[in-house]
């Protein structure tokens, strides 16, 4: 395992693709969080607004480049053709998909931690300029909040178990456009039907099941009695999805001609 473990590693941090991801994923989070931060007032919204999650809006598309990340870290080597010397050196692909697992997770964590970090901080710096203040009963954001830290943490863990979907379904489809398309649709897809069905009870059930409107839930501060799933029980669903991509790309991996 620790061979495969070296040898991800050094995949991953010798293709230029991977830095630029990273950065990608951090830029488009902290930039998006920054818009958002700028386009609300307090004026504007009126008062019970959750400035932890509007500071973390930019997590919404900054998913999207980590599953991008995390499909090309297999279904680009099939791409590529690059596939048979990997298993070639690495025959039990099992470990082979635990050790991209852990890679991307260890990757999508850092990355995830430094843009969740600088969308906060972009919030409070704008937020308060905007009329979230003290005096309009909102406190400065600070990670010393419990809630707020809840948010945070559960914000680069939910792009880390993003990056696990995306990861368990590119072993399963192989093609990196197929994989992206799926894991993008099962995030965005969700969200769209819940607004677009009629009965509030059908829409809460697509909140309670969707990767990314369930996964979302941890980013939550306020109303929590209102939310249609609770943030950790929300996550909890994100990771059953993770978990359910995984073992399927782990099946075709092992069952399947490379």
Known sequence: MSEALHAEWTKAR????TGWLLLGAIVLTVGLSAVVALAVSYSSTGSGQD???????????????VAILAVQTIAGEYSSGMI???????????????????IVSALVLAAGAVAVLGS?????????????????????LALTHGLTL??????????????LLSLGVAAAVRDCATAIGIVLGLLYL???LAHLVGGPSLQRHLEQIGPMTAGLAIQATTNLHHLPIAPWAGLAVLAAWAAAALLAGAVLLRLRDA
Do not use: C, E, W
């Not at 400035?51 to 480049?65: E, H």
């Not at 809840?150 to 990056?163: E, F, K, M």
């Open 14 to 17: 010798t293709v230029a693709g």
């Open 190 to 192: 969700f969200p769209i």
């Open 120 to 140: 906060l901080y972009a919030g409070r710096l704008i937020l308060p300029a905007h009329g979230f203040t003290a005096a309009h009963g909102y406190a400065l």
């Open 51 to 65: 400035i932890t999650k509007l500071s973390l809006a930019g997590v919404d598309i900054g998913q999207a480049v």
């Open 150 to 163: 809840r948010a945070a943490l559960g914000s680069v863990l939910y792009l880390a178990l993003v990056g």
């Open 84 to 102: 048979h010397i990997t298993l070639t050196a690495m025959p039990n692909r099992l470990a082979l998909l635990a050790a991209k697992a852990a």
